[in-house]
């Protein structure tokens, strides 16, 4: 790497800074070979349960030279969405943080487009394309091999000084940029998430995840009827589920985002029980007009809402 290359990449951060995103880590660009061996066994174990599209594309997911031809550098990105914001209701069904406010890939992905734009001058005659949850990348592993954190037992990535309550975006681009190294693995003995999960998605040695038993999965990805097994092992939720980073002791270091899309609507805060049980077609479209809430539509709310309705005990 020469110099030019060293100030290339810092210039890139500044902007990354300056447009909200909280971290960022640059990884070469090459083929996921351990990732794609646990990745066809968890799902040969059938562990992703209706998530066909899970099953597509596999040779995009392990390699992002065949999503962009030429590519040298995976550039990922993490964008706090941490809150303290509350339910005021403690008895009323819940929906995940990350759901408060805007959906996050409509704010992030105008961030990225105006990003990438500013790569493209500061790297001229660069090509490229920007992701968030948004194309067959194992963005977690990238994220991984970019420094910005280690899987956890949950699953999810973690970070030493901010938690796991974040999104994570990629670039991945032509130019080649100097590389971070991945971080150690800090969950040590703790098995809080493995413990705390009700339905016991977690493996117990962590690390795996069977996501046909997790709350989120069953909320948002099942189409079909959730399962009776999993009566009174829901905990209230109505939408996705928190449960494995509110327990997990790295989150004390989370702080919270300062980005005004992610605010939630106080409406929202304020429903009651009785509120959300007699919610409306109509209360639904204006309440999450712009929430990632809408992905699972009136009706997905409405299943998840009458399989929880006996389960909360005052």
Request: glycine share 6%; with cysteine; proline share 4%.
């Amino acid at each position: 790497m020469n110099e030019n290359q060293f100030e290339q990449k810092n210039l890139i951060i500044e902007v990354a800074k300056t447009l909200g995103f909280s971290r960022i880590g640059f990884a070469r660009a090459s083929s996921l070979d351990q990732s794609s061996e646990r990745l066809t066994q968890w799902l040969e174990m059938g562990y992703h349960g209706e998530m066909k599209y899970m099953e597509n594309h596999y040779d995009l997911r392990i390699d992002p030279r065949k999503l962009v031809p030429g590519a040298k550098t995976v550039i990922v990105l993490s964008f706090n969405y941490a809150t303290k914001n509350i339910q005021k209701d403690k008895n009323a069904p819940k929906i995940a943080k990350y759901a408060f406010g805007k959906d996050y890939h409509k704010v992030l992905r105008k961030k990225l487009k105006s990003l990438f734009s500013s790569i493209q001058e500061i790297c001229p005659n660069s090509q490229g394309r920007f992701f968030t949850d948004s194309a067959p990348i194992l963005e977690r592993d990238w994220a991984e091999l970019a420094g910005l954190g280690w899987k956890g037992k949950n699953t999810l990535l973690i970070h030493p000084q901010a938690g796991s309550f974040f999104f994570l975006a990629e670039i991945i681009i032509d130019a080649e940029l100097p590389y971070d190294s991945p971080m150690r693995d800090y969950c040590g003995s703790c098995r809080r998430c493995i413990d705390a999960c009700p339905t016991e998605a977690i493996d117990e040695k962590g690390y795996l995840l069977d996501a046909k038993k997790c709350i989120s999965y069953l909320t948002i990805e099942l189409k079909s009827q959730i399962p009776e097994e999993f009566k009174d092992k829901m905990d209230n939720w109505a939408f996705g589920c928190d449960i494995c980073q509110d327990v997990c002791p790295w989150n004390k270091f989370s702080t919270p985002h300062s980005e005004v899309n992610f605010l939630p609507k106080e409406e929202l805060l304020d429903l009651t029980s009785e509120d959300w049980h007699a919610l409306t077609e109509e209360k639904f479209t204006d309440l999450f007009e712009s929430s990632a809430v809408k992905r699972t539509g009136f009706n997905g709310l409405s299943r998840n809402l009458s399989f929880i309705k006996t389960e909360f005990k005052k």
